[in-house]
């Protein structure tokens, strides 16, 4: 490899493995034990990918002994192939971790699909009339939520299905537990309801928002709930006295939402930069109270966004492929990415050593950073 080619080697480049699907990646997921990642595509199908690198980062870098300058050099063989599962429908299948290295998927079908780390799948008893349009499941109690756009069914241990007697018929295509498992978020229409799930189902509180959820992310103690709105816009709502606010202004469906706990702070796409707040000072009354400048405006829309689990940084994938890692509350800003095909999904793996991402063009990707990068 000459030396221009070598000058012209972007981060992803050097640290990412990549495949291509046949289809756009709709969503990614890590295993709970961090030792594999799910890639979703539009055409129904779910690709896995082990963690383990044959040639990780350490492995490729040099220090120059006169100099000190530290280089890595390009991976010499191409990563081990994803493994490809059947079609599970029409559109992107639902997923959700389960067990240790497994997933969850949803079907068009109505079922509910274990799929192992080595890609074979086996029915559950989980069962309803029409297709499963998400899925959340929760380690902690052992309980899974499903939903056909319309209606919300839980299952307890993979067991019988039970229906949410919700009183509505507003779609519900989003979904997500509680980090303890004891409640539910459900996205009804233009407003989302919680639940309480640990015992016999009850409805602890319905909250009206100006457009429909496509996203929600509850805060790593519980406490707080966000959910990117379908027009412009991000909900919040604190579970411990009730209020709620909307911090509206978005130019776009706000499709990511993230909590970082090393910064006390929520993170969110759908404008020209990094959208962040403090939580030391929730935006309850407005968008500009206790607002982060993360990251560089610009001119290409952020479509999603990450939280490092352990440090106070934030990645961003935008619309152009640009993928950048920022430090939350700064403007200096880490390029891993500068172009591509836009950038669908990201995810941090539980340890913050992988980032996932995948791409409108059917890219899924597993970036590794060296440990000595973020310090």
């Known amino acids: 490899m000459n030396q221009q080619t070598m000058q012209n080697l972007t981060l992803f480049d050097l640290l990412a493995r990549s495949w291509r699907r046949p289809s756009a990646i709709a969503d990614l997921c890590f295993s ?70 497994g997933f969850l998927i949803g079907t068009a079908a109505g079922e509910a699909v274990r799929l192992t780390a080595d890609g074979e799948g086996a ?13 959340d499941h929760s380690a902690r109690t052992a309980v899974t939520a499903v939903s056909d756009g319309r209606d919300v069914f839980l299952s307890r241990d993979l067991g019988d299905v039970t229906k949410l007697e919700c009183g509505s018929t507003s779609s519900t295509d989003a979904l997500a537990f509680s980090p303890g498992g004891r409640r539910l978020a459900c996205g009804l229409g233009n407003g989302l309801s919680i639940w309480a799930v640990e015992g016999p189902a009850s409805l602890i509180r319905d909250f009206v928002f100006p457009a ?59 404008a020209f930069r990094i959208a962040g707040w403090s939580m030391t000072a929730p935006p309850l009354d407005g968008e500009s109270a206790g607002a982060l400048e993360t990251g560089r405006a610009g001119l290409v829309l952020v479509e999603t966004v990450a939280a490092h689990p352990e440090k106070k940084l934030v990645a961003a994938g935008y619309a152009n492929g640009r993928i950048t890692v920022a430090q939350i509350g700064g403007r200096d800003e880490l390029l891993v990415r500068p172009l591509g095909s836009g950038v669908t999904a990201l ?3 539980g340890d913050g050593r992988h980032l996932a991402a995948g791409m409108v063009d059917g890219t899924a990707a597993i970036i590794t950073f060296p440990g000595q990068m973020f310090k």
């Open 32 to 101: 709970a034990d961090g030792s594999t990642v799910a890639f979703t595509s539009v055409d129904g199908t779910v690709a896995i990918a082990a963690i383990a690198d044959q040639e990780p980062p350490e492995s490729r870098i040099r220090v120059s002994g006169d100099l000190g300058q530290t280089t890595i050099r390009p991976r010499e063989k191409p990563p081990m192939p994803l493994i490809a599962t059947a079609t599970f429908g029409d559109g992107d299948a639902p997923l959700a971790a389960y067990l240790h290295s």
């Open 123 to 135: 029915k559950t008893p989980i069962k309803i009339e029409g297709p499963i349009v998400a899925i």
């Open 347 to 349: 995810a941090w793996s």
């Open 212 to 270: 429909r959820p496509i996203s929600i992310r509850w805060s790593g103690d519980g406490t707080w709930l966000a959910s990117g709105l379908e027009t412009g816009g991000v909900a919040l709502i604190n579970l411990a006295d009730g209020l709620s606010g909307v911090i509206a202004g978005f130019p776009s469906p706000v499709r990511a939402v993230c909590w970082s706990q090393p910064a006390n702070a929520l993170l969110a796409s759908g």
